[in-house]
């Protein structure tokens, strides 16, 4: 596990309570996000020992009593399939990039700049306007900054976030952009420049995800340079 590129860049030591094999799979448990008092749990590995390694975890947990329970797991795409007694809701498929190489200079980077804290309001007018399913937010734990593009008038029309869900490792996340804008290269300029910024700042390796369904985004990505090994499914873990 310690020699594959996902697990060193989102399992953080601080974060994670237990770790855990099975046949071929590893994994670990961490603090949810998002729901107090429920855990979530990442499974690498070949699907059908995924799913066998999260309904060990599941079991160990009750048999403890323990107060913390699994409301959420990544697993290696489809591996939900083998889970008769549980279903995810929602259920996601994603995929896991990272490069650490820097991408070709891109039309309209000389736009891109770091945005200011002032303008968390306008972000997050961005994002709930155009991009609903995005996953960072000014403000959340571990979001260190934002970059964009403005338009003429001063709007904000492109923004992403520099995130770190491990300390050093930079992911980037909640690439948007506004409608109307779409289709002039904005979003590759600023994945671009940001992509080049950090590894210039000496990371060595930038990393992000996006959604199966966005056939769009991952034309970009690879073009960036960035390479994708990683797909899962992921959700709340709830009975059937």
């Known amino acids: 596990m310690l020699n594959d590129d996902f697990a060193r860049a989102e399992a953080a030591p601080e974060r994670v309570s237990s770790t855990w094999s099975l046949g071929s799979a590893v994994g670990w448990v961490t603090d949810s996000r998002r729901v107090p008092a429920r ?11 995924a799913a066998a390694l999260l309904l060990g975890v599941a079991e160990r947990l009750d048999a403890a009593r323990d107060p913390i329970t699994l409301g959420s797991v990544t697993l290696p795409r489809d591996a939900d399939r083998h889970l008769p007694a549980y279903r995810l809701d929602p259920r996601n498929d994603w995929e896991w990039f990272v490069t650490r190489t820097a991408p070709p200079l891109q039309p309209g980077e000389e736009a891109v700049a770091w945005l200011p804290a002032s303008g968390d309001d306008e972000l997050r007018a961005l994002l709930l306007t155009w991009s609903p399913r995005h996953d960072a937010e000014p403000g959340q734990p571990g979001v260190q900054r934002w970059a964009g593009v403005r338009a003429a008038d001063g709007s904000l029309v492109c923004a992403a976030a ?30 671009a420049w940001l992509t080049r910024t950090l590894l210039a ?15 769009a985004a991952r034309r970009l990505y690879r073009r960036l340079g960035y390479a994708n090994d990683h797909h899962f499914t992921s959700g709340r873990l709830l009975p059937r």
């Open 39 to 49: 855990a979530h749990l990442v499974a690498l590995g070949p699907a059908e020992d």
């Open 162 to 191: 520099h995130t770190e869900r491990r300390p050093g490792v930079p992911h980037l996340a909640s690439v948007v952009t506004h409608g109307a804008h779409r289709g002039q290269g904005l979003g590759t300029a600023v994945t």
């Open 201 to 215: 700042e000496g990371t060595g390796w930038v990393t992000l995800g996006m959604y199966s369904d966005n056939d």
